[in-house]
């Protein structure tokens, strides 16, 4: 059973205010104003298992050693290595970087492709790559990047009932208004990784604790104890 669209749209509402302040995923910080297709694209390639801050530093120092597609495909793949260590599987990561470089190349021209069925080519590209480039760079309103988080958060409140964030990708897709496809992304990243955490969540700081059936939960965090500091009162 999917939730009803009242029930989405309050939940995706309530988050877009909830994230505002929040430190945004590393992905989202390299595309920055610019959208720039290449930058997520690598960085996204150098995302997978990789925690956020790891993934902005190498990509940080990948770009700029090599801002350009021809640039990046002229380094030895053990440059590469050293310039995005320590991110998980770094030595397939670098292969799969000079390889998609070389196609975008020798393929397109070195432009980044706009479509699900050309991105897929590249080396190391999946669907969650592929839909995160085509919302970024390309402003694509017709896709839902899953990642984990999208995945967990998901199937947390009842909108899904999936195994993969393939199956939940499609799943979404009926359960979801479509002007929300291109956000859901941005906003259950951020909050699965400041509050929604998959251990532990932070139940009781979060705004839609009561749309939310906590699906597969055990264990809430405690609350925080906040200490204030002493004021002086002011007559």
Known sequence: MTPGSKTVNTVLKQLARAITGLELPAIEKLAGDKEDAFQVLIGTLLSARTKDATTLAASTRLFAAAPTPAAM?????????????????????????????????????????????????????GRKTANLVLILAHQSQENICVD????????????????TPEETEQALYRAVHQRWWPYINLYFVTWGQNVCRPVYPRCGECPIEAQCPRLGVTRRARPAVVRRRATTRVA
């Open 73 to 125: 495909a002229a380094l030895g793949v053990r440059q590469i290595e050293r310039l995005i260590y320590p991110v998980s599987f770094y030595r397939h990561k670098a292969r799969f970087v000079k390889a998609t470089c070389r196609q975008l190349i020798d393929r397109y021209g070195g432009r980044v492709p706009s479509t699900m069925e050309e991105l897929l080519t590249l080396p190391g590209v």
């Open 148 to 163: 984990t988080h999208v995945h967990r958060l998901s199937n947390r409140l009842g909108w899904v009932r999936t195994r």
